[in-house]
């Protein structure tokens, strides 16, 4: 079992920044890679950013270029750093781990994911 739990998140004007953190605990040797994930009131959830253990990152499209995913090689801590905060990127955001994906699967799709924290509210206001 993994055990994932984020912190970090709250309130910032646009074009702030704020730095996301996912504790892991448990199983950790299990997890072959990790993500953020965001979801918005009425929204579909999405993926936001994710890493294997060997630091190769990938990024939605929406956030490329402002945020950035880091790993202490999934022992500790899953790291989502963000700037330039826009109010779209409003959302409660979850940390998700996977013991691997299906074949062909895209590495920002949810169902790939089998442990998930309990997620924190980013708010940017204008």
């Known amino acids: 079992q993994v055990h994932l739990a984020e912190s970090g998140g709250g309130s910032v004007q646009s074009g702030g920044s704020l730095t996301l953190s996912c504790a892991i605990g448990?199983?950790?040797?299990?997890?072959?890679?990790m993500a953020w994930f965001r979801q918005a009131p009425g929204k579909e959830r999405e993926g936001v950013a994710g890493?294997?253990?060997?630091?190769?990152?990938t990024y939605g499209g929406s956030v490329e270029g402002r945020f950035t995913i880091s790993q202490d090689n999934f022992l500790n801590t899953l790291t989502l750093r963000m700037d330039n905060l826009r109010p779209e990127d409003t959302a409660t955001y979850y940390c998700a781990a996977s013991m691997g994906f299906s074949y062909g699967a895209y590495v920002l799709d949810g169902n790939e994911y089998t442990w998930w924290g309990q997620g924190t509210q980013v708010t940017v206001s204008v």
């Open positions: 448990g199983d950790s040797h299990r997890i072959h890679y």
């Open positions: 890493i294997d253990r060997d630091g190769d990152k």
